[in-house]
């Protein structure tokens, strides 16, 4: 075959790969995310309450993007504030499977960061009551940081 026929040829292919990767990119940065919030499901008050903030997260996402959905985005802040207080008061499932030894610090590390928990969620709170959405989406990214690091430190991966 002559090289401008397959130069020719090359342009859709080309451009049939650079489409699947636009939409593939999206699909799997999708995955990473469900990846990390992947905790095991377990039938607890403080599952429960994880439950609760994790719809909150959710819905946070968007409606912290608009100032015009702040009265919604407090509302959820409230919800996911109320499960973090609660969730404070519990403890992991995996505190029973410790060495007895080791159980208190275990749970008194989570209580501690359980609270560093509550605060954040203050600070998106005034940020969304002060109208600045870009401060409230940057405190939502530590948010998801803490979530992670929580998950790592605190659950049966
Ligand atoms: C944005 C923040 C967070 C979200 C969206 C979130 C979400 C979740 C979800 C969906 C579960 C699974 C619940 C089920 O089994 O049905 C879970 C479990 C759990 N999370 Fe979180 N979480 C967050 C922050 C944290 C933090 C900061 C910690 C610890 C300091 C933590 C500790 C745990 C533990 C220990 C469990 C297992 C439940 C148990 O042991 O009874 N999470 N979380």
């Known amino acids: 075959m002559k090289r401008w026929k397959m130069t020719l040829l090359g342009i859709p292919v080309a451009a049939a790969l650079l489409a699947g990767r636009a939409f593939v990119a999206p ?7 469900d990846a990390k919030s992947q ?9 429960k309450q994880m ?8 819905k946070l996402r968007r409606t912290l ?10 509302e959820w802040i409230d919800k996911m504030e109320k499960a973090g207080v609660k969730s ?9 499977k410790m060495p ?13 960061d359980m609270e560093v928990f509550i605060k954040t ?24 940081d803490q979530e992670e ?9």
């Open 88 to 96: 404070k008061d519990l403890a992991p499932a995996m505190a029973a």
């Open 51 to 58: 439950e609760v903030i994790d719809e909150a997260m959710k």
């Open 100 to 112: 007895e030894a080791k159980r208190a610090e275990f749970v008194e590390k989570y209580k501690k």
């Open 121 to 144: 969620v203050g600070e998106l709170k005034a940020a969304v009551k002060e109208g600045k959405n870009d401060k409230a989406q940057e405190i939502f990214k530590a948010l998801k």
């Open 39 to 47: 905790v095991k499901d377990l039938d607890t008050e403080l599952a």
């Open 27 to 33: 699909a799997v940065a999708q995955d990473k995310e």
């Open 65 to 74: 993007r608009k100032a015009e959905s702040n009265t919604e985005s407090l």
């Open 149 to 157: 690091k929580g998950h790592e430190k605190y659950t049966e991966q």
